[in-house]
């Protein structure tokens, strides 16, 4: 079989939907080699940990030809390349398909992460909820198969875009093995450190932007029990102000430790180093940040009412994201209780299985399967 990705993401973005992109042409290059992937880009980076492919003699990489006028070779152009490359099915891993695909015979796949610009429409601007708007109403009308990351991002295709139950399949997400390898106390100790960090602190991953609530998480660091610190992993944006604010009426500048400048290689440490790893966003597709503390070994308090207890499973802790004083509780009780502490570390790593990646890569290939045996 010769099967096609959008690899835009996996080539030019480090973090979420680059990472779901590399995560998932690795499983099935690893896990179903007798497939040829062809990943469609428009053009290759080489740095470190984008240049994977070249480690796999069953994954090539395509650039279109000319430099000028590649967004319109990736929403279009690519069909006839595509054709070229005698393609049996082409999957777009991000919430779109190039227009034509359905008209050239080329069976398709689409991975949609979330509706969040439809759920929090405040959190993005006209255009932008416009422009993905058609592009994924698109992708859903023409895809074969429409494969959701969780079952709340299918309740949300269904209920928002009307797309009917049974062309979704819930395929979920894995993510890196690294963070499944135990990480030696000096590893860790090079990581802290490097970055001049406390031997005890809790953690958070992610984009500091308003949908992830990093202020309810700033509002409960005075009610706890403990003095511990916070250390803040993520890109800044303009709802960093906030934040600031936050601190500073709580005075806790010296509780709160911001890293911008984190590699990849160092997350496994972090996570590996903290009491306990906190996710309070309002809204996620999977929240693959959880997913990675329960292999780092980490306790996790997060948030309901998305779909993180999908990927936290029943020994998580949970606070509705708007209750502060419940996500105190939470973080005392799993701080203060260290025989609850190790169950949860033990039965989140026992949870974290089900997220396989042989496993996962086998879900995906039995949907190409069956489209191309249907055809």
Not at 65 to 80: C, E, H, I, P, Q
Not at 314 to 321: E, W
């Amino acid at each position: 079989m010769r099967i096609g990705y959008d690899a835009k993401r996996a080539f030019l973005n480090r973090t979420g939907l680059g990472n779901y992109s590399r995560w998932l042409i690795r499983s099935m290059a690893s896990y179903c080699p007798q497939n040829t992937y062809f990943l469609y880009t428009p053009k290759v980076r080489h740095e470190n940990g984008l240049s994977f492919p070249s480690s796999f003699q069953n994954v090539v990489a395509v650039v279109p030809r000319s430099k000028f006028f590649t967004s319109l070779w990736r929403s279009a152009g690519v069909v006839k390349d595509l054709k070229r490359d005698q393609i049996d099915l082409y999957h777009g891993l991000s919430h779109e398909l190039p227009r034509g695909i359905d008209k050239k015979g080329i069976r398709s796949v689409v991975t949609v992460h979330d509706l969040i610009f439809m759920r929090f429409p405040q959190y993005f601007g006209v255009i932008n909820r416009l422009i993905y708007g058609s592009k994924l109403k698109h992708a859903c009308r023409v895809a074969d198969k429409v494969v959701a990351i969780s079952k709340r991002t299918k309740q949300d295709l269904v209920e928002l875009l009307n797309i009917p139950p049974e062309k979704i399949a819930v395929v979920y997400q894995g993510c890196d093995p690294v963070f499944r390898k135990e990480c030696s106390e000096q590893e860790k100790q090079i990581v802290l450190k490097r970055h001049d960090l406390p031997g005890e602190f809790i953690l958070n991953v992610g984009t500091i932007e308003e949908r992830k609530n990093l202020v309810q998480l700033i509002n409960a660091l005075p009610k706890l029990n403990s003095g511990i610190k916070l250390v803040v992993v993520g890109r800044q944006t303009p709802y960093m102000n906030h934040v600031k604010q936050a601190i500073d009426l709580h005075q806790i500048e010296s509780r709160v430790i911001f890293l911008d400048s984190v590699s990849f290689s160092e997350l496994p440490a972090l996570y590996q180093s903290a009491k306990a790893f906190v996710y309070p966003s309002r809204y996620e597709g999977f929240g693959i940040p959880v997913l990675e503390a329960l292999c780092s070994g980490v306790p996790v308090v997060a948030a309901t009412g998305s779909c993180l207890e999908e990927a936290g499973g029943t020994y998580t802790q949970y606070a509705p994201p708007d209750d502060v004083n419940m996500l105190t509780e939470k973080l005392n009780l799993v701080l203060g209780d260290e025989e609850l502490r190790q169950k949860m570390i033990t039965r989140g790593r026992e949870y974290s299985a089900n997220f396989d990646d042989k496993t996962l890569a086998g879900q995906m290939f039995d949907i190409y399967k069956n489209i191309l045996q249907n055809a």
